[in-house]
């Protein structure tokens, strides 16, 4: 199937691309995470997941390199090193096992993983990773993190939660957060170069949806400090459970 079928079906509805990244964008703003599980879950509605995670490729590596930012960079680097070169080695070779995305499949486990981050955020219990076992721990988590990357195109579990075990401060947390996501975002592009999935004409639409997910992402950050983030990710994570739950009915129904 033409990599650029879908999106001949959708040349005039632009304004519902742009609202899906201003929409992820805000979310980003806000709770400093969900672009790539907002963006994603909700093109794949009407896109297959392969196309949905090339357009993500350049909003995401804006924003994530923007949130992971100068400040302080190479101690979190230094010590993030052994995840990032998980979660690289496991979203190329999950590529390379598994194939791009696609098919109902595709849309069931982006549905599960959904569900399940959005349940571990309202339920999951805190826990410590020991000094000891970073080393080790974080190859596996972002190996981990790179087949659940291959596999649905999001890449928020295992690493979130492994991320916050590691007692980083608010802002060191954002700063990781923001690494490991760029991380991830490069390697997806490569994984989907490897399939035949990201064209020219993919990152030429990415590049437009720029600047709608810039636009949500500054008004996200605007609103954080009027709302109250507790209550925006809740209602957020609730919302993701139910757009999950529809994804899985679909394809299992």
């Keep these: 199937m033409d990599a ?21 964008g805000i979310v980003k703003g806000v709770v400093g995470l969900g672009l790539p599980t907002v963006a994603i879950g909700l093109l794949a509605l009407v896109m297959p997941p392969a196309e949905a995670a090339a357009l993500l490729i350049l909003p995401s590596l804006f924003t994530n390199v923007w949130q992971a930012g100068p400040r ?6 230094k010590r993030l090193a052994p995840m990032q070169a998980g979660i690289v080695v496991g979203t190329i070779g999950g590529a390379w096992l598994i194939g791009a995305p696609a098919g109902a499949w595709s849309s069931i486990l982006l549905g599960v993983a959904l569900i399940a ?42 690493a979130v939660p492994y991320l916050q075990a590691l007692s980083f401060d608010r802002d060191a947390l954002i700063q990781a957060m923001g690494l490991c996501f760029t991380t991830s975002t490069l390697a997806l592009a490569a994984g989907l170069v490897l399939n035949n ?16 997910c810039m636009a949500g992402m500054i008004a996200g950050q605007m609103l954080r400090s009027r709302l109250s983030p507790p209550v925006f990710k809740r209602c957020f994570l609730i919302s993701l459970v139910l757009l ?3 994804m899985v009915a679909r394809e299992l129904l």
């Design 117 to 158: 981050y959005a349940v571990w955020g309202l339920w999951g219990s805190s826990w410590t990773c020991r000094p000891s076992l970073e080393s080790r721990l974080g190859l596996a988590v972002g190996a981990a993190t790179g087949i659940v990357t291959a596999a649905t195109g999001v890449f928020a579990i295992p």
């Design 4 to 24: 650029l079928s879908h999106f001949s079906d959708m040349q005039f509805n632009w304004p519902l691309l742009s609202a899906v990244f201003v929409l992820a």
């Design 197 to 212: 999935s990201l064209s020219i004409d993919h990152l030429g639409i990415s590049m437009l949806m720029l600047l709608p």
């Design 72 to 77: 302080t960079l190479w101690p979190v680097l």
């Design 244 to 246: 999950g739950v529809h």
